[in-house]
C-alpha cells in the first residue's frame, strides 16, 4: 500500500517586501468566530545553476508575493505569463 501525504504550506513570506503571502480563504465575515484557513499566494522561484555557469552546483530558491509579481516581475518576464485553462 502506498500513502501519499500532501504537503501543506503553512507559512511564506515574500523574499522581496517580506509580507506574509498566506490570505485568508475566506473574508472574516464570512464566518463569525472561525479560524478560516489560509492557502498560499504567491509565486515560489528555483534556479539550479549547471557546470558551465559561475554559480556552479548552486541552489537558489525565493517566493515571492502577488504584489511583488506585478511589480517587478511581470515587466520582466511577461514571455512566461501563459494562461492555463
Same mark, same amino acid.
Given at each position: 500500500?502506498k500513502?501519499?501525504?500532501?504537503?501543506?504550506?503553512?507559512?511564506?513570506t515574500c523574499?522581496?517586501?517580506g509580507?506574509?503571502?498566506?490570505?485568508?480563504?475566506?473574508s472574516?465575515? &464570512?464566518? +463569525?468566530?472561525? !479560524?478560516s484557513?489560509?492557502?498560499?499566494?504567491?509565486?515560489? $522561484?528555483?534556479?539550479v545553476?549547471?557546470?558551465?555557469?559561475d554559480? &556552479?552546483? +548552486?541552489?537558489? !530558491?525565493?517566493?515571492?508575493?502577488?504584489?511583488?509579481?506585478? $511589480?517587478h516581475?511581470v515587466?520582466?518576464?511577461?514571455?512566461?505569463?501563459?494562461?492555463?485553462?
Amino acid at each position: 500500500m502506498k500513502e501519499i501525504v500532501q504537503r501543506e504550506v503553512v507559512e511564506a513570506t515574500c523574499d522581496i517586501c517580506g509580507e506574509d503571502c498566506m490570505k485568508d480563504l475566506f473574508s472574516p465575515n &464570512d464566518f +463569525e468566530g472561525d !479560524d478560516s484557513d489560509k492557502e498560499f499566494e504567491g509565486m515560489e $522561484l528555483k534556479a539550479v545553476w549547471g557546470y558551465a555557469s559561475d554559480k &556552479d552546483g +548552486e541552489v537558489w !530558491d525565493a517566493v515571492v508575493c502577488e504584489k511583488c509579481v506585478d $511589480l517587478h516581475l511581470v515587466p520582466l518576464i511577461k514571455f512566461m505569463k501563459r494562461p492555463h485553462y
